[in-house]
């Protein structure tokens, strides 16, 4: 069975630019979260989205969206983009997010620079 | 405010021997605990997690423990190989697939 597959793996934007990252999950899996992770503030949650529908928001500011289709692929957006963006962007799936357990499966990320 | 925490930042030990990793934590309303592993270049891979409502749990190797009395969470490593050396994390899950990560511990094992 396939990973959680991330695209692109590596991609370089200047300031005041956008950028979108695409996850696709396991397959089977309809849950999928977004973590950044950068040396200063490690791994942070950024959302979480479930049968199309954001479910859960972690402490980022509005310039940070997503969306999750109806085939459980993921998107997340970054608009205006500030040179703290700078991070691995990490995608993680699982059967659904009120399976009680705490495993997530993690692609290995976008690694996404910002000059 | 609330924060999963780690006691150090890397730790070394020779290989053969047993890890220890451990991680403080401050919110006690979170219903998993869980232990991830990040080899470089890689995204975390779970290792093993454990309920709130439980002290232990075994598994391949690696041993997990609870104190909620003093809000501490360890990870045992029996009989370390080469290739454990990686960040390991812990994380408590808060909601949908929220998890809140640690810092992260760089264990390296020497030869």
């Known amino acids: 069975k396939a990973g959680v597959t991330q695209t692109p793996r590596y991609l370089i934007k200047t300031r005041g630019q956008q950028v979108t990252l695409s996850c696709s999950p396991i397959s089977g899996h309809r849950s999928v979260s977004w973590y950044q992770q950068t040396p200063g503030q490690g791994l942070q949650f950024l959302f979480e989205?479930?049968?199309?529908?954001?479910?859960n928001k972690g402490n980022f500011p509005g310039r940070f969206s997503g969306r999750q289709f109806s085939n459980s692929r993921s998107e997340m957006n970054v608009s205006t983009l500030e040179l703290g963006d700078s991070a691995l962007y990490l995608c993680?799936?699982?059967?659904?997010?009120?399976?009680?357990?705490?495993?997530?499966?993690f692609g290995e990320g976008s690694r996404l620079t910002v000059l | 405010g609330e924060s999963v925490g780690l006691h150090l930042p890397t730790l070394s030990v020779q290989e053969g021997d047993n890890s220890i990793i451990n991680c403080a934590y401050s919110n006690s309303a979170s219903d998993y605990f869980i232990w991830y592993k990040q080899e470089s270049g890689k995204g975390p891979q779970f290792i093993i997690d454990?309920?709130?409502?439980?002290d232990k749990r075994q598994g391949q190797r690696v041993t997990v423990l609870l104190n909620k009395t003093v809000k501490h969470l360890s990870l045992q490593i029996a009989a370390t190989q080469p290739g454990d050396s990686a960040v390991y994390f812990c994380?408590?899950?808060?909601?949908?697939?929220?998890?809140?990560f640690g810092a992260g511990t760089r264990l390296t094992v020497k030869p």
């Open positions: 454990i309920r709130s409502n439980m």
């Open positions: 989205y479930f049968s199309e529908t954001q479910r």
């Open positions: 993680a799936s699982s059967l659904d997010g009120q399976t009680n357990t705490g495993e997530l499966f």
């Open positions: 994380a408590e899950k808060t909601g949908f697939n929220d998890m809140r």
